[in-house]
């Protein structure tokens, strides 16, 4: 005592301690065996003006300890044997004369100590009968409640408690020794679209998101929030690393939410009150993934069809998002047509979560444009659905996948026999497959597939009928012409966009009948070119409802 009234600014706590007749002397009287020697932590005077409410409401009270009766917050303050600085450690639990409860040290890089996040203002005031740390206001009584009593009986936290109920946390965080809480308030839940809480919450198929996201507000150890204006990240339950910063009014803000109350100390943790939800990449939306991914004018568009909601909490959904650069290339009066619009924005939208590793070649996909698909075609690193280039893949969320593509993708209208029949520049190559015979006319009609057609326009077909004698020699000899056309045809779907500068494709053609003649195609992606046996494929492309046509400057001989 004497060591203590010698030191400044703690007159309350000596008159506390007087008055409850706490000398180390008189202990005697609560406890058989009292402690040789004491660590005192002992709060500064204007401390007491910053306390909490739970530490307000305990200063006061008296309680029956063993054999009499003391302020149970005063003996929490006690700890029974001399603990130096230099042998605490982080998250360390200390136990007090008040039953056996424990305050929590935390240590932070700057060499900084606190007892339950209270910092030390004077540490190691050495006496003869203890050791004395002044601290900047009363210790918090973590003993009144655990974290879970206090999450439930919090009318502020109902919300959050519902969520930790549903992903079936509260058993295992009562059982849990030391652990920091993110919680959000019921108005930070309220920003929330409520589709997505009621889908999350209490659909079962997403319980794995709604456990992302009660675990990425749990961290293990206690972080107190003057640890937290320290570091730059903190790591979840989750495995997520939330950006921790802190603002130049001091606002302390984790992943853009800001600690509205920070440090409310509890028997197994601290809680800090937040003003938003942190949600996972688990238990995003597929809106807020493609958000993410930055397929921000997609997402416009989702909501100006009336598809938002969809998006939101429903599914699974796999969606093909075009990037903001290729809505650019569309003409603006497209925009204008509301059913174009809500047929376009349905066609990248596929039934089914499919990550990249699960597609396969030449996989069709059903899209939500009804009788419609997208087809796949996965290389090596590069994968295409229809004629867009996947440029950023396998962003999760808790309702599919967005893959975002570099183009907008349209739906084919014609099989590959009618766009033959209708377009002008292909009369030859178009009367050579019907000279072939009424057979491979009809399948190129029907919506079977998919078939690679490569076909050669008029004006290439009039230089490569300058030789006489072996365009007379095919278009004369009815097996020969059928072996030619055979390699223009295959069955497959080649997707020029997404061959590789440098690779080799093999592709096989396609015959009706097994033949000695079936040769392997060789397509080859060189300085910008691609090219096939003798002849140059062109960049432009026709893509049908039963495959796609490819444009050569000749015929394949066989």
Request: hydrophobic share 45%; glycine share 4%; with cysteine.
């Amino acid at each position: 005592m004497t060591a203590m009234r010698n030191t400044p600014r703690v007159k309350k706590f000596v008159e506390w301690m007087e008055f409850h007749y706490m000398e180390r002397r008189h202990l005697g009287r609560l406890f058989e065996d009292p402690p040789d020697a004491l660590t005192l932590l002992v709060p500064l005077d204007e401390g007491f003006r910053w306390a909490d409410n739970f530490t307000t409401s305990e200063l006061g009270r008296v309680a029956e300890i063993h054999r009499g009766h003391t302020s149970p917050l005063l003996l929490y303050h006690m700890l029974p044997r001399r603990w130096y600085v230099h042998q605490l450690y982080q998250n360390q639990q200390l136990k007090t004369l008040y039953q056996d409860t424990t305050v929590t040290v935390t240590k932070l890089s700057n060499t900084m100590v606190l007892f339950n996040c209270v910092p030390v203002h004077r540490v190691d005031i050495h006496a003869r009968d203890g050791v004395m740390h002044v601290l900047q206001r009363p210790v918090p009584p973590s003993y009144v409640m655990s974290l879970v009593d206090l999450i439930s009986m919090d009318p502020d936290l109902t919300m959050f408690f519902t969520i930790l109920g549903y992903a079936d946390l509260l058993d295992w965080i009562r059982s849990v020794d030391s652990i920091t809480v993110l919680a959000p308030t019921n108005a930070a839940f309220k920003r929330l679209p409520l589709r997505f809480l009621d889908s999350i919450t209490y659909d079962v198929k997403y319980f794995p998101a709604l456990q992302a996201l009660a675990r990425n507000h749990l961290m293990e150890g206690i972080e107190c929030s003057l640890g937290l204006r320290a570091k730059v990240k903190v790591k979840t339950l989750e495995g997520v690393a939330l950006p921790v910063s802190c603002s130049s009014s001091f606002n302390l803000s984790v992943n853009s939410a800001f600690v509205t109350k920070p440090d409310v100390v509890t028997s197994n943790g601290v809680l800090h009150y937040v003003d938003k939800v942190i949600i996972p990449p688990r238990a995003m939306s597929l809106v807020q993934v493609t958000r993410r991914a930055g397929a921000t004018k997609f997402i416009e568009l989702v909501k100006q069809v009336g598809l938002f909601d969809d998006l939101v909490s429903f599914g699974p959904y796999t969606v093909f998002a075009p990037s903001n650069r290729a809505f650019r290339r569309l003409n603006e009066s497209f925009f204008n047509d509301k059913a174009a619009l809500r047929n376009l924005v349905m066609y990248h939208l596929v039934e089914g979560s499919h990550a990249s590793f699960t597609l396969l070649d030449n996989q069709a996909l059903p899209t939500l444009l009804p009788d419609t698909f997208l087809r796949v075609k996965v290389h090596v690193r590069v994968m295409s659905a229809e004629d867009g280039v996947v440029t950023s893949g396998d962003h999760i969320a808790f309702n599919g996948y967005v893959h975002v593509v570099d183009r907008v993708l349209h739906p084919p209208v014609y099989s590959i026999a009618r766009v033959l029949a209708r377009n002008p520049k292909l009369r030859r190559f178009t009367s050579l497959i019907t000279q072939s015979g009424i057979a491979l006319w009809r399948e190129l009609s029907l919506e079977k597939g998919p078939y690679t057609l490569f076909a050669v326009l008029d004006d290439e077909m009039d230089r490569w009928a300058a030789d006489l004698f072996t365009y007379y020699r095919i278009i004369n000899d009815e097996k020969l012409l059928n072996r030619s056309l055979s390699a223009h045809i295959l069955d497959d779907f080649v997707m020029p966009r997404a061959l590789e500068e440098g690779s080799h494709s093999i592709l096989r053609p396609r015959l009706r009948r097994p033949s000695p003649h079936r040769y392997p195609l060789r397509l080859t992606a060189s300085e910008g070119r691609l090219s096939l046996r003798h002849a140059s494929v062109s960049k432009n492309f026709i893509l049908c409802t039963n495959g796609i046509i490819l444009f050569i400057d000749t015929m394949l001989l066989p």
